[in-house]
């Protein structure tokens, strides 16, 4: 296996709802968590904002695990091929 392979990681995201379901190809394992939820949150096309006009953040939930993913977790050590995570609205109290 090349070492551009055994660099990036193939798995699928989706919302809560299920409506959006994106398939991720070669994503790097050296970036975070937190920076591949910002950018699927841009390609899934999901709110940028809530209801009330506040910036929207997202955090991921890893199936095969069944827990949160903290953002600062890297790619390559949180996650295996083809694993299923879930982007889930942050929502902070008060």
């Given at each position: 296996m090349s070492n551009a392979a055994?660099?990036?990681l193939d798995?699928?995201?989706r919302d809560v709802s299920g409506q959006h379901?994106?398939?991720v190809k070669r994503y790097t394992r050296n970036a975070t968590v937190g920076e591949l939820v910002k950018k699927l949150a841009?390609?899934?096309g999901l709110?940028?904002?809530d209801v009330e006009g506040r910036a929207q953040?997202?955090?991921a939930f890893l199936d095969r695990e069944a827990r949160h993913l903290n953002g600062s977790e890297l790619v390559g050590d949180a996650l295996s091929p083809a694993d299923e995570i879930v982007l889930q609205p942050e929502i902070s109290a008060g």
């Open positions: 055994t660099m990036a798995l699928v995201a379901k994106y398939a841009v390609n899934m709110a940028t904002h953040s997202y955090r």
